[in-house]
């Protein structure tokens, strides 16, 4: 086995889920290498290394300042060609998920998606994936060699990788790498935003319940309390309160945080597939049925206007004393 991780970085740190991915390889043996792109490579290439990537390949480029799929996944394909690993693995973020799927698709290779776990079967790389909103669990592996097997794997599932001595490579790789049909100038972040729903590990969602945007802030402010992410249903993000990147579910985000609190959501299925897998869940309902509580480890029954400024409250206190 070889293996190539590929890192992301922002703001000049490298992403929590690249540690959690280098914990994956790290469980299979073999070769590790990690791939690191960015405007100074370097200067994130020895904290990869000391925490185990491996051979860490370090691109600089200023093209590569921002996230770009063509210029990523050019730069990547020379060091694949050069290295040949026999998987490719990334974080399931924003960003991995695009990378790896055009990488997939332009070298011709198996891609398994949102994997849980990973797993080694003599020479074979096995994913453990779940399918049909987590009703059935698929083990699966690559039926042909002629390509690496690219495989995404779910934030929060390995815990990160803290220790290790590997080695920074620079590497070069051609220029025209560079010239893409698009360049992404600027990035506006979005005002009120607060964490990365995928990498959070308290995640507060409102739901309809909540019963129009001028309420939104009660959700906030619990998550807020808690240094958690905020998340919404789709109905909240139907209805316009809320904007399309904070939704949770079968056509939003796939979460797995510690906590999970769900304020004024039913728990329509389409729902709880991108969220029943997270380790605590708490949910605040007017309704005893909803159908929530059935996933619900703790089940508060009541209406969620006096409950979640009662918990802001009390959480506020207790992160003061
Ligand atoms: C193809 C498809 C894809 C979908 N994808 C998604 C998805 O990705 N994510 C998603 O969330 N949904 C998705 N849905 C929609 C899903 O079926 C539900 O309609 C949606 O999840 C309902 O959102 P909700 O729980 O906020 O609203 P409701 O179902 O309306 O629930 C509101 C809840 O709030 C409670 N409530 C009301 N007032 C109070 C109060 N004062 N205090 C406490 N509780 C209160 C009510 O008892 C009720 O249980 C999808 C549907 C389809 C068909």
Redesign the pocket.
Known sequence: MKTLVVAFEKDGRIIPAVYEVIEAAKSLGGELLTAVLAADAEAVAADLAGRGGGKVLAVSNPALAHFNDESYAAALQELISKYKPSAVLSPATLYGKALMGRLAAILEGPMASDVTGLSVDGDKLVATRPSYGGSVVADVTAVSDDAPFFVTVRPKIYSESTEGAGEVIVEMVPDSCFETRARVTDVKVESGGSQNLAEADVIVS??????GTENVGVVRDLADALSGAFG???????AGWVPYAS??????KTVNPKLYIA?????????L??MQSSQTIVA????KD?P?FNIANYSIV????E?APALTKKFKQELQN
């Open positions: 409102a739901g309809r319940g909540i019963k919404a249903s789709r109905a909240v993000v139907d939704q949770v579910g079968q056509t939003g304020v004024g959501i039913s728990g329509a299925i389409q729902h597939v991108g605040i309902n007017k309704d909803a929530i009541g209406d969620l206007f409950i």
